[in-house]
C-alpha cells in the first residue's frame, strides 16, 4: 500500500479505527478474531492502528497491543488522552490537567507493551486547560521520549495555531466523510499551511455509507448510531437519495459504496489518511481495496454534483453529547 505522511510521521494511506473492536457499535468481537482481523490488516499493508483509553474503556488498547507485539518498530499505534473515566468506567468529560496527561501516558505504555507511543491525540480540547498548557506537557513527554508525535482530535483552527506553537502538531482526528465536510472551510488551508496531516475518523459516516443499511435496520442497545438523530428511520430513508446517486458512480467503477467514498477520500488531499473500521474481515479486504481504486477528476466531479444539492439535515450528536464531548 502507498505511504503517506502525518507530519513527519509516515504511515499507509489506509489506517485501521479499532474502536469497534471492543465498544461503540454493539457486543465487542471475539478476542481471538479481533487479534486476527488486527494482524489480517498488517499482513495487507496497514501500518496506522487508532486506539484510546475510553475505548472499553482500557481494554481497546490491550488488545491492540496483544495483536501488534510480533510487529513493534514494523506499525505505529496512536492512542488518546484527555478524558476523565470514573471508577464506574463512564466517561465523565474532559480533562487535560498536566498531571493527568502523564497519568494516561503511562498506563497507556503499559496497556499496549511499549516503550513509546507513536502519535498521542488530545481526544477532545478541554475548555478549562490552556491548549499551550497541553501542548507544553506532550512536549516534556516526547522529550522523555515515552511520545513521538502529538494530536489533536476536533479542534479548531486557531487552536490548532495556539498548540502547534509550543509543540509540532501531527495529525488533527476528526470527522470527516462525504455525509459530513465540516473541517474543508477553516481547518484544512490551516493544516496545509503547518504541514498538519489529516485522519477523517467515520469515513464511511459511521456505516451509512457502505450503503448496506436502510429504514428497517435495528441497532442494539449498546450501539453508539441508537441514540444518534442522523440514524432515525426518517432520517436514513431522507439520505437513501444521496447513497442512490452514489451507488450509480460505484457501479461504473466496478467499486462499492464503501470504496468510492474511501477513495473520494484519499483523492481530497495527499496528507489525508482515513481510518475506516470494521470487526469483519471481508468488510477489511473490501475497505482496503479503495486504495487502489482512482478516481479522475471527471469522476470527482460526478461525486461533487451527486452530493451537492442534498440536505443532509439531522445533526452529527443529540445535546446531551455534545455537551460531554464539547461538539
Not at 496512536?78 to 487535560?96: E, L, M, N, R, V
Request: aromatic share 8%; charged share 25%.
Amino acid at each position: 500500500m502507498q505511504k503517506r505522511k502525518l507530519g513527519n510521521l509516515e504511515v499507509s494511506a489506509l489506517g485501521l479505527g479499532c474502536m469497534s473492536l471492543s465498544s461503540g457499535y454493539g457486543p465487542a468481537l471475539e478476542r481471538k478474531g479481533a487479534i486476527a482481523l488486527i494482524r489480517t490488516a498488517v499482513e495487507r499493508g496497514v501500518t496506522l492502528f487508532d486506539t484510546a483509553e475510553v475505548y472499553g474503556p482500557f481494554i481497546n488498547e490491550e488488545l491492540v497491543g496483544e495483536a501488534l507485539a510480533p510487529f513493534s518498530g514494523k506499525v505505529a499505534i496512536a492512542t488518546k488522552f484527555g478524558f476523565s473515566i470514573g471508577p464506574d468506567g463512564q466517561q465523565h468529560g474532559t480533562d487535560s490537567q498536566p498531571a493527568h496527561i502523564h497519568e494516561v501516558a503511562e498506563a497507556s505504555l503499559r496497556r499496549l507493551g511499549v516503550e513509546s507511543i507513536d502519535l498521542f491525540y488530545q481526544h477532545r480540547v478541554d475548555p478549562n486547560v490552556p491548549i499551550e498548557e497541553v501542548a507544553g506537557t506532550v512536549r516534556e513527554l516526547i522529550r522523555a521520549g515515552k511520545v513521538k508525535h502529538f494530536g489533536m482530535s476536533e479542534a479548531g483552527a486557531q487552536t490548532i495555531r495556539r498548540a502547534h506553537a509550543v509543540q509540532r502538531v501531527a495529525a488533527l482526528q476528526s470527522e470527516y466523510s462525504l455525509w459530513w465536510r465540516g473541517p474543508e472551510k477553516e481547518v484544512f488551508p490551516t493544516l496545509a499551511e503547518l504541514g498538519i496531516g489529516f485522519v477523517p475518523f467515520s469515513p464511511l459516516g459511521r456505516g451509512f455509507l457502505t450503503g448496506k443499511m436502510d429504514t428497517t435496520t435495528s441497532f442494539d442497545k449498546s450501539d453508539f448510531r441508537s441514540g444518534l438523530p442522523r440514524f432515525t428511520p426518517e432520517a436514513r430513508q431522507a439520505n437513501q437519495v444521496m447513497l442512490d446517486a452514489l451507488g450509480k458512480i460505484a457501479a461504473r467503477k466496478e467499486a462499492t459504496l464503501a470504496q468510492l467514498a474511501l477513495a473520494w477520500l484519499l483523492a481530497q488531499k495527499p496528507w489525508i489518511v482515513p481510518i475506516p473500521a470494521t470487526t469483519k474481515l471481508h468488510r477489511l479486504e473490501e475497505n482496503l481495496g479503495a486504495a487502489a481504486l482512482g478516481l479522475s477528476p471527471e469522476d470527482l466531479h460526478d461525486v461533487e454534483q451527486a452530493t451537492a444539492t442534498i440536505d443532509i439535515g439531522s445533526e452529527r450528536y443529540p445535546e446531551h453529547l455534545k455537551r460531554m464531548t464539547g461538539l
